[in-house]
């Protein structure tokens, strides 16, 4: 056995011979024996060289992996400063918007939808803008919408978007804060003013001949003058005024224009027939018992005059009866009666109007003292402006003197004076976005005239809209009875870029007076949640409701009211017997365009920054 295991072995066969003698197997196993210790010898090497390989492999490996690691933790470094660089891009951009919404009144038209910026270089990488209305998806349209701004950055492959929401902000130092606002002086002269809301001058405020003043008064500059009823500020901010060279955009963008030329000229037509007396005495009449014939002796006109002779009383004297079509309510007429009475006496022109409203109201001249002597008259002259309400059924002209002798009358004259002679009027007329008796309608009211230096007046009149008055005359003006207001409900009711007068009076405004429907289908009163009907009976009130601007100066007489705001970036000069304003908070919450600076204010809304993935 112990044969063959040695047998196996040395890989012998183990089928050897057992016959083999001692001696050789001693032999043979010696020499076995130096072979086997030889070859574990050299196999105990061969171990040791496969160890030391393996441990450089593994050494190399690591090294292999260290060298590969620094390279991945370099571009690591160099990534997250690309990222860094990207993100602070992407804030650049928001930044560069908020700077563009601020510096610019008219982002939102100027910039619109969509990106404001596109792949713009900065430093070693590049930026893109873009902003976004979420109320409608439009940033040209609500000024008081939000905006969304979306700032992406890009530094070499890294890229990094930021999103952030701006809102109107509180409105600071907007004209629109008050009632009346003057970019020069507020003149205020025998005047009673009156507001609900402060006025204010950006330079001074100044109440003279024995004006009233109940307002709070806010002036940058001085406030002088007496009877100020309520609080008053100097030293005040400056209220911020419109662009001059833009806030009439919109309008004539917008608007209808409408030529001076086709709208009818005022004509003073003389309303008393038989004026001189150089043929007869037609169309006159004796009041009472006195005579009335012509006389060559005396004469104011012509050759003849009319002699009233046989007066008994104080009330006798002649009179004519005119055509009551020709009176409107409230027009202002020049009355000249000239008067020759050899005495001493006192007289005046009178008219006298008879009305179902109002029954018989006599209207008068001054007083007038009478010495005539040999041919002298005394002109009874002067304005009157007469006011009634229901039908007008009589007028009647005549003169009324307190002594009772023999008189001469002539050169008799009534005319209407309203308007300037040969100025261009709107008068007794309705428009609105559906009515414009002058050209095509505009579905926003919006009406330019541009006057080209001519008289236009505007009176007696209902108007649902925004009137642009383009370089009106010196003698433009906006009188008598208006029911005023703009169709769409923040928009300004006049717009002028030269110095106009307003000079409407608080009488209400009377279909009956006007001759026609001031209400019909299509433009209800008021216009916005009104009813209409077919009827020319209804009275509105003289008021104008909205923005009324002047790009120069504006001068307000007559007893006019304004619901709204008084706006002129030069002198506001008041000589109103009573103006009454009523201050509308709309226009400063939500202004119309062209009226946006000083009011609207975008702020970041807080919270609204994020990371954003596009």
């Not at 008050?178 to 002269?189: F, Q």
């Not at 919109?250 to 001076?260: D, L, M, P």
């Not at 002699?307 to 009866?321: C, E, K, L, N, W």
Request: net charge positive; aromatic share 8%.
């Amino acid at each position: 056995m112990a044969a063959a295991a040695l047998r196996l072995l040395h890989g012998q066969s183990r089928f050897t011979p057992d016959h083999v003698n001692s001696e050789t197997m001693a032999s043979t196993m010696k020499t076995n024996s130096y072979h086997l210790r030889r070859h574990l010898r050299h196999r105990r090497r061969g171990t040791i060289y496969l160890l030391v390989l393996f441990s450089c492999l593994i050494v190399a490996t690591i090294s292999l992996s260290s060298l590969q690691l620094m390279r991945l933790q370099g571009r690591s470094v160099s990534s997250s400063a690309d990222f860094s660089t990207a993100q602070a891009y992407a804030r650049a951009a928001i930044e560069i918007g908020m700077l563009k919404i601020r510096n610019d009144p008219y982002w939102r038209t100027n910039l619109g939808n969509g990106n404001w910026l596109t792949d713009q270089p900065i430093g070693v990488g590049t930026l893109t803008l873009s902003a976004a209305d979420p109320v409608d998806n439009d940033i040209r349209t609500g000024d008081n919408h939000p905006v969304m701004l979306t700032g992406t950055g890009m530094k070499g492959e890294a890229r990094y978007c930021v999103s952030m929401r701006m809102e109107v902000g509180p409105r600071v130092g907007s004209c629109l804060e008050v009632s009346m606002a003057t970019g020069n002086n507020l003149s205020i002269n025998g005047s009673t003013l009156t507001s609900d809301q402060s006025i204010s001058a950006n330079n001074d405020v100044i109440a003279s001949g024995g004006s009233t003043v109940n307002a709070n008064v806010e002036a940058f500059n001085l406030i002088s003058g007496a009877n100020y009823a309520q609080a008053g500020q100097t030293g005040a901010r400056k209220k911020t005024m419109p662009d001059l060279q833009h806030v009439m955009d919109y309008y004539i963008a917008q608007g209808t224009a409408i030529s001076y030329t086709a709208l009818p000229k005022s004509v003073m037509t003389e309303l008393i027939q038989n004026t001189s007396f150089e043929s007869n005495t037609a169309n006159w009449y004796a009041k009472t018992s006195c005579s009335l014939q012509i006389s060559r002796k005396k004469s104011f006109n012509g050759s003849k005059s009319l002699r009233i002779t046989q007066r008994s009383t104080t009330a006798d004297v002649a009179a004519q009866d005119l055509p009551i079509q020709n009176f409107k309510s409230s027009h202002t007429y020049h009355l000249s009666v000239p008067v020759n009475y050899n005495g001493i006496a006192e007289a005046r022109g009178i008219l006298i109007l008879q009305s179902t409203g109002d029954g018989v109201q006599t209207f008068m001249t001054p007083a007038y003292p009478l010495n005539g002597i040999g041919n002298t008259f005394v002109n009874l002259q002067g304005d009157i402006t007469p006011t009634w309400s229901g039908i007008l059924t009589k007028a009647t002209v005549t003169i009324l003197i307190n002594a009772k002798k023999n008189y001469s009358m002539d050169g008799v004259s009534l005319i209407d004076v309203t308007y300037p002679a040969n100025s261009y009027v709107i008068d007794n007329r309705l428009m609105s976005p559906t009515v414009n008796a002058f050209g095509a309608t505009n579905a926003k009211g919006i009406y330019i005239i541009n006057c080209d230096g001519q008289d236009v007046m505007i009176g007696y009149s209902r108007i649902v809209g925004t009137l642009v008055f383009l370089n009106p005359g010196i003698n433009s003006k906006i009188t008598g009875s208006v029911c005023w207001e703009a169709a769409v409900y923040n928009f300004p009711a006049l717009l002028t870029n030269r110095e106009l007068t307003i000079s409407t009076n608080s009488t209400g405004l009377s279909e009956a007076n006007c001759g026609i429907n001031l209400n019909p289908a299509g433009t209800p009163w008021p216009f916005v949640g009104g009813i209409s009907n077919t009827t020319n009976t209804d009275s509105y009130p003289s008021t104008i409701t909205g923005i009324v601007y002047s790009a120069a100066k504006l001068n307000l007489a007559g007893s006019p009211r304004i619901k709204g705001v008084v706006v002129a970036d030069n002198n506001i000069t008041v000589t109103s017997s009573s103006l009454s304003l009523n201050y509308g908070n709309t226009y400063l919450n939500d202004p119309p365009p062209g009226f946006t600076s000083g009011t609207i204010t975008m702020k970041v809304v807080p919270g609204t920054w994020q990371r954003s993935v596009n």
